[in-house]
């Protein structure tokens, strides 16, 4: 339950993170390390574990507890609680993963009427004892007797004010000893104590700072930050060594090298004569460490370099023993006592993902790391900063104001309040959706924009799922504008100097990435991926053995995956292909039409357009393989909605508003998730998928006739019996056999519905190939609509119910189980079979992970995903 | 492949019905019995699957069927093609499940130029030999040459006609002998003819015979019969017997009881001088075998007992063998030859289901059978015809139509054209619901009426599938009838003298069980259930080890379910009793409340309705175990339509229309049944179950109070994550701990999503149950939402692609495995864990089957189900 360190040696090491927490890990490992780290020892995360369940301390703590002090006693030649020679200690929170702040310290342990006396003796320095012991009280109070902080901020302030002076420091060894009067008389009016004896100071201490692992913000970040609630924290007792003992001492912060820029130097700040906590608390600005960076921020106070050479030459020298010893930059905290460095914290050090691709590229050139440990050094989520358009520095437009950045990137364009608008002018310009929330009825009006925002919502409402998924900025929940669809005007209330009013029309730029919105063309700079990211992706191209292909239903996005290093089309939606309003009204009358020669009408209008799309698809892709969905139209994201458009639907058609009126009643289902679409739809109407198999395989034809390669596979949507697949599968040959005879082909599945899953064996006998479409398997595993989740699935995270959206990161233990069945029983009926998933999670770093683990060919996703997606194949690869 | 029978021995049996089909197998095991069965072989089924297969006969088929025809040959005393002694055979189609006159039947085979003349000389009539010639050519021409068999029939009437006669008897030999020539003239032209080598005769005729089995109407009839496809047919060649040799000879069919009462007598009836097929055709009228059954008809001609007394008793003994041998009424096909009986055929008979409960328990009593076999005897879903009200036999309502039908029972009421009319007359009268289609938004309407009649849709519409559900009489698909919604009108065109109006409030009568519509009360018989049925379902109870749970939400339904034997409630959906208008107004404004305080207010209206409705349930229910699902409002199924009721709603709820569009627009969601509904809807909103908890415990101290004895099981819905149902149970305890103390109850969940059954062993931890929603299973295992799938199950079923309706039974090998991965972890996870299962599957036999087979404690069904659930669950215990 207590490993000890100190004297250049340890119980425990960085192995141990998850017991002994980060903190503890770190200091044990640097202490065997010869670093001058002050001796300690941690309690381990466990006992934690235990102590929360049982609310009461394990038998046995108390004994090792003591052992350990008395090992602490003698390496410090100090005592706890002896007069002459008191030892001071910290007792700090440390969490298996970083989780700055959230949890509770108390420094000065240790002191009391008593003690106070022998510290002042001991550093000849009454104000600095008196001093010491007030903070404590200050903080044992707050943290093991939960009194309020701001209670004694006040009675210091009223001191203060008596005393007319004007900061603590003036504050003298007389005026601070009165203070520690009034602090405990400020206890016993709330009738509690901080107990004489430090053990019991140390007891207590030890219970309340497990106890902060359940706080309510320590609870919000762990949600936050994806951290088990079940890891508890380990806690650090350490001798106290002070900053603030003259000018020969001091304390910092530094990281290894530069976190913004990824610089080989050393950077970091440092105040003499100060403690950690005046650092943090922003009461005096902290000085740099280097001349250098003293220069280029023109400062005038002197560097550390400077005013103390040989300390920093000593940090000079112990960061490269950490560099190296670690092999990835440090964020490290410590302190100087009479000219002593002492080493308080090391951990890996945060940093902008182009200094982590900077640093991760720079240290395999030092020979530092590999480059595999390289990928393990840039988390894959952050490469979506640098991947799309972002606002310029130098950006200087008004903003207009503030909401969740729900899908990156920024995007400017005309204001427009509603789908048909957004339809109506695409064509001449680029519009922004402006919504109050969208639906799937806005869904065409949503493909069209190149950005969408809304004032209501969260980061998993409608508008955020559907924006993420065709890769449109967007921007949510922007709560201080007010949209007025009616009469089509925006207006900003708050963060503009005044109201502003935006019609339609004019000229607004959103940022995805940031949550903002301003007036106006915003001035934007396009992504500039330097050579490290290049450099980056060759190696995690050179570590994954997970095929990377993409989502792509258009030229454009083809080629944005082609930059991307996409190797094939893993989900091209044909149903995409028609959102465009010219090609709308033939898809509309194929869908409302009342029969077998109405429905061939309308495809005879929409194959020639297919195929043309089909043909500049394979040109640009040569040779990859292009996977095909067949037809999977939600119908009711196509039917007609206003008036205008349904007379005009009814007059292509040539029956009358009434009619169709009917005909769309019929059409529109309770559940068109689980209604009649994808391959159901092509049992009920061949006719649908052999227009489209005839404009695949006569493009194909076309573009081979032409030199290029082609590789199409075939995908059928939304299988769930063996004979759907069988059925289309003929269908395909048939046309093959009499279109395009030499071209060769696969035909496969989707697997999106637990029974497919299930049945794997026997759909894996039928097909070439399975791609798993995890969206829609989490939908019908869970039971989950993903449209309408947005009215509870939140709350479901806030309570813990849940730990991450299932949409984003695949429910592993849930939907997982589905898709490991599905892998496991399709490869035994069929070792050749190839297995992609072309969901959403085919772009996430935690469900990559997942499915190479299973052993799939491929993952496919959007264009702007695919480095993200390349990344975390390459480290799935190292960590597997 | 080739098994021979005759001279009391044969190479089969009927355990090998699989193999040799029904008409095979039981010719052995008549052979073996040593009753009269001319000599023969059959070509197994194997043999036939493997002919499908390769289009071709199997090597070594020929030298077998060689080696069979050389020992039938000598068992006659004839020889194929041997013009002195010709042998005649039959070539039948047998497959391992009835399917009568679905495949096809080749006689008289072995005739040709000179054989013919040798059968005029054995039987010495000429006439005979050329009638026999003439049908054989016909039938080869029809089943192995493919022809119309019309136009040889019309060959025939025009021979007849130059003859100047009237009957085929008047035909003498030489007319009979131009007919021939003119048949063959017919083939000529045709390019096709019959070959005059009898072994090639017989080649080819198995061969048409194997393919008959892919016939269209067999197809048809196994689809409707759901006998696989994959079966195939055996091929039994037999030497000929012909009772057309003159007074002495003679064809009938019989049962071994009476099929219609099941009374202890042989029954059945017989024709002098003809052939099988001529009592088939109708052609001339067959008399009766017994003398009483001669008297009861009241007929002439003189029964088979009195004009072939020795062949009758000959007969009689045969019966006794075949009945005490196959311990089951045998429907039996015999020749009488020149004063000798041969059996032609024997199967178990088909028989009402009065019939079949009277001959199960008279051959217990007879010590025929057990009780275990008796229950065999009985098809459980039979038993759906006596247990509803049903049409009386001298009702002489006129009839207004026909429809299909969706749902047992009889039903009168006065016809009303919506739903809102319906639940407006509801409180005065009886009413019929009469729609052009149903959906979801009318299952008020449909709740309060006592039937329903649509004229749209199939056996899977939304009013079918509800009906069924809710227990209601429905007729569907009845297109005769033409309903104006608007005018409140239905318009009977056809099965009526003239055009018939029905007007709003007039009574109608429509027969679920027999799909017809009558206008008037026509005269109903409520079930009498006999003590044949009640012997049935003790030995039923006696044997099955599934316990029998109800559906159940009203006390009428409770008192129904304890008739029927019901030993508790499975489901109580408590949603179900708002459907009554007088009460759905609270719900409305519950449902739309914006404010916890608005939906507080609502509850509290909603409470004391509640808490008086279980008080009654558990009253009834008398310590029986009561599964209380909490609520699980599809809120679809809630919302106010109709503009009067969203007035009457706002002005309830104090808000203006115009707000209540707003909330309501608000609360429609894209897909309702994957929506915020179940536990979903207690996690967002804690005080709904509150008050549900509250009104169950309050009822249960209540009752307890009054020396009743209550068992609630509180039962929560569509739960996906172990969050959900820990924190629904901590609820439960929390209002039972303050309520009712004393009351003991059980938490479970429905496992009802493909999640909630793979992650059973960790909610089995949380929960003292399972019951399995199959109905929800099988809609999110499948991606089928049963509320749209009626634009495209039913062609599944038609092209093959499911062989049933998964809605009706048990998907076994898709949402089955869901099923039993459920049972066996949660079994694991919590040995004392109980299962049930309350979807409609529940009162399903081959899904009872199923699970009985994954041993469950329960299974819970709609009250007019009980009887067929139990005896299912009897008849499982003895099949497992």
Redesign the interface.
Known sequence: MVYKFGNNTADGSKELTQLLGGKGANLAEMAQLGLPVPPGFTITTDTCKQYLKSRSMPPNLKEQVQDALHTLQKQTSAELGNPDTPLLVSVRSGAPASMPGMMDTVLNLGLNAQTVQGLARQTQNRRFAYDSWRRFIQMFANIVLELSHGDFEDILEDLKKQEDIRTDSELGADALERLVQQYRQHLDRAKVAVPDDPHEQLWQTIAAVFQSWENERARTYRRLHNIPDDWGTAVTVQAMVFGNLGDDCATGVAFTRDPATGENRLYGEYLVNAQGEDVVAGIRTPHPLTENARAELGADEPAMETLMPETFAELARVRGILEKHYRDMQDIEFTVQNGVLYMLQTRAGKRSVNAATRIACEMVAEGLVSTAEALMRVEPESLRQILHPTLADDADSPELGRGLPASPGAASGVAVFSASAAEKYADEDDVILCRNET??EDIQGMYVARGILTTRGGMTSHAAVVARGMGRPCVVGAGSLVIDEVSERLVAYEGTPREVVVTQGQRITIDGGGGRIFSGAAKMVEPSLDANFESLMTWADEHRRLGIRVNADTPEDCRTAIRFGAEGIGLCRTEHMFFHPSRMLAMREMIVAATSEGRRAALAKLQPVQRGDFAEIFRIMDGRPVTIRLLDPPL?EFLPRSDEEQLQLAESLGISAERLRERLRRLT????????RGC??A??YPEIYEMQLRAIFEAAREVRGGGVEVAPEIMVP?V??A??LR?VREMVEAVAREVAPDVRYLVGTMI????AA??AGELARLGDFFSFGTN?LT???????R???G??LP??ET????ERDPFTTL?S???G??VRLGVERGRAANPDLKIGICGEHGGDPASIEFFAGLGLDYVSCSPFRLPIARLSSGRASVIN
Do not use: K
């Open positions: 639906s799937p009711h289902e309770v559940n068109p998730m689980l209604g009649h159901r739809l049992m009920t939304l769930s019996f004979g759907e059925r999106e519905l637990p029974r299930l049945r829609d939908q019908t595993a869970l039971g989950l609509s449209d309408d989740a009215a509870f709350g479901y309570a813990g119910v849940i429910d233990v849930g939907v189980e589905l």
